[in-house]
């Protein structure tokens, strides 16, 4: 069965088609800046081909033509016609408190998904956006939603609710919901499968560290406690998000006049925060490590990345009492043995020994423990597959 898998962004459709349930890729790729000015530009690959073409793209629907027509003609083709794809996967990053798990998208499911707009506005509308558009282009297709939010359905209240009056909660559903719900989700199963264990007997931390940072305390398999919250925004420090900070600070920088409204406070936590607001010269971590030595600024912008990490880490361990690993994955966790070493050295009290050199060897692509063979805690690096699980629960539900 062919199974398309979309993660529709407000400029953007990132893709791939399955041929499941052996999880072939047949295709996939990335259109980007739809709608904005100039052409669009479309990376697609398909076996060991790679193509780039600029699309005149000015929305979603346009966009999607073209990738639909990308699969199906000329030397970038990989199926002759649309009618053999049987289900669409679609990323969704907020599903609310209702949903909890992934779900064939109907009319109830779409407003939920328009009504969790208010709590993720940059995400959920372009997500909403995709599915309309699928089912337009692709009427005979199963359409399923799969939730970044949902693995994080577990989270008991003491951990999910913020000490705010409970109102807040109650009338506007304020509390903390978690994210990356189905990297976290993937790499849990995948260490499960390392430790020759079923998930549900796994204590496990599996820290996501890319572009956006999430950290996950997970406990006999369920999530238990997440470093995301009402937002993407808390927690880690991340490529351009500041995580956690004193609430105060917005109030002290609001009445001061230095942020002029919430908007400009928006932009400034979640665009100009994090590595480049405090290195100064960018959000790309592989950057900040080449110019450290140099640069004081991007020093320091990676020693306070570790150590947010570190401080979970610990946190984590402290909630879980017992651990049976600890997971790294995203781009930079998957291929940041210099953060990984920072992050995890000075541990062995605590249970973890890091093995420096089979950290340093550990390169992109690559899975393994990164710990000694008698820490008594291991770590390992997997390789996140969103798409592919994104892919297998669309397959569950279409078949
Ligand atoms: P993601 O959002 O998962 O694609 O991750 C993006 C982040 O991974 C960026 O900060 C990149 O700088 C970082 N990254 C990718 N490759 C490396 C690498 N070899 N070393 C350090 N950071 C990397």
Redesign the pocket.
Known sequence: MLVFVINCGSSSIKYQLFDMPEKRVLARGVLERIGETGSAVLTHRAGDGKWNFEVDAPDHRAGLDFILRTLTTGETGVIKDLSEIKAVGHRVVHGGESIREAVVIDADVEAVIARCAELAPVHNPPNLMGIRTARDVLPACVQVAVFDTAFHHTLPKKAYLYALPLELYEQHGIRKYGFHGTSHEYVAVEAAARLGRPLSACNLITCH????CSMTAIEGGRSVDTSMGMTPLQGLMM?TRSGDLDPAVLVHLLRNGWVADAAELDRLLNRKSG?AGISGIG?????L?ENMDANPRALLAVEMFCHRVRFYLGGYLALLGTCDAIVFT???G???H??RAVVLSGLEALGITLDADVNEAMI?GRTGAITTPDSRIPAFVIP?DEEGMIASRTYDLAK
Do not use: F, Q
Not at 209 to 212: R, Y
């Open positions: 560290l890319g572009n956006g490529g590595l959000n790309d971590m592989r950057t490590e995203g781009g930079i998957e291929n940041d210099i953060a992109r996140t």
